[in-house]
């Protein structure tokens, strides 16, 4: 029992050293390749969607306006079409 204290020291040791590894093993995770490309692939499904949605807004906006005879202005409005209204940029 007499070198208990002295386990319990290493065991203290031990534990920061594992909390030093791992706070460096979350700050390494941002350049994980396999990250990375999960990433570029949610980016794609979201804008893909974001096109989609904004398809369907044009095509609602041509509906009324050729089929219903609205006004323009008067469809952009309901809809909520401001003047920078456009698919979302690729970057």
Known sequence: EGDRPAKLQR??????????IL???ESLKEND????AD?????????EA???WTDN????????????????????KILGITSNFDYPEDK
């Open 11 to 20: 065991l203290a040791e031990l534990e920061k050293k594992k909390t030093t």
């Open 23 to 25: 706070a460096e093993l």
């Open 33 to 36: 390749p396999a990250a990375l």
């Open 39 to 47: 990433l570029e692939k949610e980016l794609q499904l979201v804008r």
């Open 50 to 52: 974001a096109h989609r």
């Open 57 to 76: 807004i044009f095509e609602c906006q041509s509906y009324l306006v050729k089929k219903r005879g609205m006004d323009k202005k008067e469809v952009n």
